[in-house]
Structure formats: structure tokens, C-alpha cells
């Protein structure tokens, strides 16, 4: 009896021995393929307007800061504000002042695993200063700007400027990515960078208009304004490529024009070359169809798999062997 009830578990646990390390060895297979290449997402940006401007008050005490911005986004946004206002301590008690307004500002950032893309439109924009309530530092038409990076591809960055441009009451006409200055006695001078682009092998940034303003409003205690203004700005960096998948064995695809190996030479010419004769013996080495040398074995090499076959094999010949034995012992 107490045979009997040792015998059913040792057969029981050699048949789930060998059934799991068969199991295993599909198992493994199945998470050892070829994992799928993704590429990191790109970035991008844009800015309606972005200004940083130091306000100097009358009784020259305080520097006060304008640092502000409108419609500033980053991927994946977008914004569509029109105005913009702010307050400062000291300036006109107070009381919040424009610093621009528009008909349309829009700002868009997108990015993607393939590619990432900023833009920005401002039409019919008035900008202003502390200082300044009444007189424009400058009106614009429609400025619009574009930076575009594609995985893979170049990326291009593209800025317009288009309608008449009034700066500080006066009509000026720009020169396509070059600078203008424009001085107005007894109020200031304004410098102007239009349509600047730059890129690199993976970024991209377009500017439209870049400001550099110095006004003496000598107005609503407003001594001086110092600084810079952009307007329409988007950026925008490629995503990365996706890099090269490997074949499930883990090594990278074989050239196309390597021969086989073990191939020899009288194999490789064609046969219906009359100069090629064929060899009178066959060659010591060569097996017949289905044969597996230890030349084969080491071409192939061992894969994922080969632990867990050999683990499945092993368990069938203990689970053959547990058999055997009790097979023996009921005879005798």
C-alpha cells in the first residue's frame, strides 16, 4: 500500500516536470522575437509674442521689469488670445496698460513619433509700451511663422512678413532678413530683425519680427524703456529615428550576396557552364540530404530556445526512466 501511494506521485510529478519544461520552451520562443522599434516623440513651440523690457520711472529709484508673453505653447497646445494687457507698480498709478492687441494671434504645437511642427499667425496686431498709451512701437499687416521637423528629413524654418509696417507712427518698408532702424526725435529708436531662420541637422526655429526698442516717453512717469520684443515665434526639434530591427535570433540580417557557408567553389559555378566538369568523387565531407554535421551545428549556432529543449528533453528521459523502474518492480 505505502508502495503504491509513493509510486502514483512520483510518476504524476515526472510527467508535469517534462510537460512544463516543454511548455516553457514556446513560451520563451514567443518572448525572445523581434521587439518593435519606436523613435522618441519631437518637440516644438510657439509664441505669439514674448517680450522682456526694462521700465525706467522718472525719479530714476526703480527699474521695473516687463518680462510677459502671449500665447506661448508647447506640443502638443495650441492658444488663440488676442490681447494682451499687464500692470506695473509706479506706472500710471497702477492702472493695467496695453501691450498688444490683434485681430487673430494663434499659436499651434504639435509633435509625433515621425514628426513635430510649430506655427504662428498675428494679423492686425498694435503693440505698445509703458509709457506710450496712444503711439504704436509698431503695427503689422499679418506675420506668420513656421518651423517644421520631420524624422529623417531636413527641417525647415520659414518666416513672412506680409501688408505695411508702421513703426512708432512711421510707415517703413523691411528688407527680407536683413536689419532696420527707424529713430523718431523725441520719442525713440526701434530696431527691426525680420524673418530670422536657423536650423541644424535636427532643429528648426523662425522668427518673424525681433524688436529692439529704446523709447523716452518722459510720460505717465515713464523715463525710459530698454529691451527686447519678438513676435511669432515657433521652434521645433525631429524626433528620433527608430533604429533597426534584429532578426529573432538576436543578430542583425545577413548580407544578400555572401554565399552559404560550406558552400565550395565547384557548387557555386553554373551549371550550364561547359567549362565546369563535375568532380569525379564526391568530396570525403559531403552527407547525405537531412544529415546534421557538427560543421552544421557550429554554422547555426544556438538560439534563445536551446536551454529549455534541452531542460524538455532531460525531463522525458527521467519521466522514462521513473517508468521503467516501476515497471521492473511490478514484475518482480
Not at 500500500?1 to 514556446?26: C, E, I, S, Y
Not at 536683413?178 to 529713430?183: A, E, H, I, L
Amino acid at each position: 500500500m505505502n508502495g503504491n501511494t509513493f509510486r502514483m506521485p512520483a510518476r504524476r510529478l515526472a510527467t508535469v516536470a517534462a510537460a512544463t519544461a516543454l511548455a516553457a520552451g514556446p513560451a520563451a520562443l514567443a518572448g525572445a522575437g523581434t521587439a518593435h522599434a519606436t523613435g522618441d516623440h519631437g518637440r516644438a513651440s510657439a509664441t505669439v509674442l514674448r517680450t522682456g523690457l526694462d521700465v525706467s520711472l522718472l525719479n530714476k529709484t526703480v527699474n521695473v521689469p516687463l518680462t510677459v508673453t502671449l500665447n506661448e505653447v508647447q506640443a502638443p497646445e495650441s492658444a488663440e488670445k488676442t490681447a494682451l494687457t499687464a500692470r506695473l507698480d509706479g506706472v500710471d498709478g497702477g492702472k493695467p496698460f496695453s501691450v498688444l492687441r490683434a485681430d487673430v494671434a494663434e499659436a499651434k504645437a504639435t509633435a509625433t513619433a515621425d514628426k513635430s511642427e510649430g506655427t504662428t499667425t498675428l494679423a492686425r496686431a498694435r503693440l505698445h509700451v509703458p509709457g506710450l498709451p496712444l503711439l504704436s512701437v509698431i503695427e503689422v499687416q499679418e506675420v506668420t511663422s513656421t518651423a517644421t521637423c520631420e524624422a529623417g528629413k531636413k527641417p525647415v524654418a520659414d518666416a513672412n512678413l506680409l501688408g505695411p509696417v508702421t513703426v512708432l507712427g512711421k510707415k517703413v518698408t523691411l528688407t527680407t532678413g536683413g536689419t532696420t532702424d527707424v529713430k523718431v526725435p523725441g520719442v525713440g529708436e526701434v530696431r527691426l530683425d525680420l524673418s530670422k531662420e536657423e536650423t541644424t541637422s535636427r532643429t528648426a526655429a523662425a522668427t518673424a519680427l525681433e524688436l529692439k526698442v529704446h523709447v523716452n516717453p518722459l510720460d505717465l512717469n515713464v523715463a525710459e524703456v530698454d529691451g527686447t520684443v519678438t513676435l511669432a515665434k515657433a521652434t521645433c526639434e525631429s524626433p528620433s529615428a527608430p533604429s533597426a530591427p534584429a532578426d529573432e535570433a538576436g543578430q542583425p540580417p545577413a548580407k544578400a550576396d555572401e554565399p552559404p557557408a560550406g558552400q565550395d567553389a565547384e557548387q557555386q559555378a553554373d551549371p550550364a557552364d561547359p567549362a565546369a566538369e563535375p568532380a569525379a568523387e564526391p568530396a570525403a565531407d559531403v552527407k547525405a540530404q537531412g544529415a546534421r554535421t557538427e560543421a552544421d551545428l557550429a554554422e547555426t549556432g544556438g538560439s534563445s530556445s536551446t536551454p529549455y529543449v534541452a531542460a524538455g528533453a532531460a525531463a522525458l528521459v527521467l519521466a522514462g526512466g521513473a517508468a521503467l523502474v516501476l515497471a521492473r518492480r511490478r514484475r518482480g
